[in-house]
């Protein structure tokens, strides 16, 4: 039985995810960010079958971070895991510790149809919420049976939001077949 699905970050997508959610906030701290491309995820996958970043969530004290954007966040403010190299900071900046900068446009050529879709409804959702309500929401079934700093099951997200099991293993199946193409 598959327990979890494999994802494989996509690096321009998420970069362009990104730049698009950049475009659009007032607030543009990583906590914001991260929460809005959350809910964008778990609702696209649901939908869709897929994630738009394939990022990995990890259960962190103020709620779910894709591990791949924080780490490649870090390393444009100068103490992530990659080197930067200039690869990342052309597209954003880092000011005031945790704040990003939009450096360039997103490239929406990158994103489909229901990417940018499921991005909108979430910036409408969630993107004019407190960091407090944010945060709040975020902290759902998925997160709290999550060992803090460990990822989190995307199962486990799915069934948070009541995801019909039979879909569940139809996504796995689905997602073991697409590995063993690849």
């Known amino acids: ?20 959610i950049l475009t659009k906030l007032s607030r ?6 991260f929460k809005i491309l959350f809910f964008a995820d778990r609702e696209h996958l649901l939908k869709y079958g897929r994630t738009i970043t394939g990022d990995n969530y990890i259960a962190m004290n103020d709620g779910p971070v894709p591990s791949y954007l924080y780490d490649i966040f870090k390393s444009v403010k100068g103490n ?5 190299n200039g690869h990342f900071s052309k ?27 499921q991005l909108n409804i979430s910036l409408d959702k969630y993107g004019n919420m407190s960091w407090n309500e944010i945060r709040e929401l975020s902290h ?16 486990d997200i799915l069934k ?4 019909d099991e039979s879909y569940i293993d139809y996504l796995k199946e689905q997602n073991l077949l697409k590995n063993h193409l690849q």
């Open 140 to 155: 759902g079934e998925a997160w709290i049976n999550t060992v803090n700093n460990s990822a989190i099951s995307f199962v």
């Open 1 to 20: 039985m598959i327990k979890d699905f494999k994802i494989v970050f996509d690096e321009d997508r998420a970069i362009n995810a990104v730049l698009y």
């Open 80 to 84: 992530g895991y990659f080197k930067d």
């Open 91 to 117: 597209y954003f900046s880092v000011v005031e510790g945790c704040l990003l900068k939009e450096e360039s446009e997103p490239n929406l050529n990158k994103l489909s149809q229901t990417d940018l879709q």
């Open 160 to 163: 948070e939001i009541e995801s």
């Open 28 to 33: 543009k701290d990583f906590h914001k960010i």
